[in-house]
C-alpha cells in the first residue's frame, strides 16, 4: 500500500534521509523505529507532502504521490496524526472530532464516526464539551488520533503514540491500533519504545543517521 523508494530529503544544506526505502502492505502494522534525529519525522512528513524530497519516489496505493499537495491526501484515504497532537486548544473536543470529517463526501457520516470513535475512546465522549486544551497529554492523544479516524483513513500514520504517556494509556492506545487494523485500516507508526512497538506490528524498520539500518518482520 506504501512504497518509499530511494527517498533523501534535504533542509538546506542538512541532509536528513539519505537512499531510505520502505514497504508497507495493505492490512499491516508497521513501526519505524529509531532515536531522535534519525530521520523518523522527515520521512513520514515526507509521505504526507509536508515537506518536498530532495530525491526517490513515494507510491502510495499504487500511484506517485510526492507531487500530490498534502490537502488532497486526506481525499485518498491517508490520514495523518502529527507530533505534539496539534489539536485546537480552545475548541470542544467535539468540534475537534467534527473537523476530522471536513471532507464533503465525509459530512454526511459524521455522527455515524462519531460513535464509532467514542467506541474505541469512552472517555471521550465524557470529555466532548470540554476544552481540549483542559484535557490530559492522554486524552489529548486519543483525540488526536480519533479526529483523525473521523476521516475513516484506509492509511494512518501516527507519531510516537505512546510518547509520554503512562502505561494504562499507553496500553490503550496500542489495543486501539489492533482493534482498527482488522477493520481495513493499515497502520504505520514512528516510536522509540522498541518493546512496546513491536508487540503490535507485522514488520519494523529502524533508522540511524537518515539512513535505514534494520528492517523485518517482527520475529526477525
Do not use: W
Amino acid at each position: 500500500m506504501l512504497s518509499v523508494r530511494q527517498l533523501e530529503v534535504r533542509y538546506g544544506g542538512y541532509l536528513a534521509l539519505a537512499d531510505v526505502s520502505l514497504e508497507v502492505d495493505a492490512g499491516e502494522v508497521a513501526c519505524l523505529l529509531g532515536a531522535n534525529g534519525s530521520g523518523k519525522s522527515s520521512l513520514r512528513n515526507a509521505v504526507s507532502g509536508l515537506v518536498r524530497p530532495a530525491a526517490g519516489t513515494v507510491i502510495y496505493d499504487g500511484e506517485p504521490i510526492t507531487e500530490v499537495p498534502t490537502y488532497q491526501l486526506l481525499g485518498r484515504g491517508l490520514a495523518h496524526v502529527l507530533e505534539r497532537r496539534r489539536l485546537f486548544p480552545y475548541m470542544t473536543v467535539q468540534e475537534n472530532l467534527l473537523l476530522g470529517a471536513y471532507l464533503p463526501a465525509l459530512r454526511g457520516e459524521r455522527a455515524e464516526a462519531q460513535e464509532r470513535v467514542y467506541a474505541l475512546f469512552p472517555v471521550l465522549r465524557d470529555r466532548s464539551k470540554q476544552l481540549a486544551s483542559t484535557l490530559s497529554g492522554g486524552e489529548q492523544q486519543m483525540v488526536a488520533i480519533a479526529r483523525a479516524l473521523m476521516a475513516r483513513p484506509r492509511f494512518l500514520m501516527l507519531d510516537e503514540p505512546f510518547l509520554g504517556l503512562a502505561p494504562r494509556l499507553v496500553l490503550a492506545i496500542a489495543e486501539t491500533i489492533q482493534r482498527i487494523n482488522p477493520e481495513g485500516v493499515t497502520v504505520l507508526f514512528t516510536e522509540q519504545n522498541i518493546q512496546q512497538s513491536l508487540s503490535i506490528t507485522h514488520r519494523g524498520y529502524i533508522l540511524e543517521s537518515g539512513r535505514m539500518a534494520l528492517a523485518g518482520t517482527r520475529a526477525e
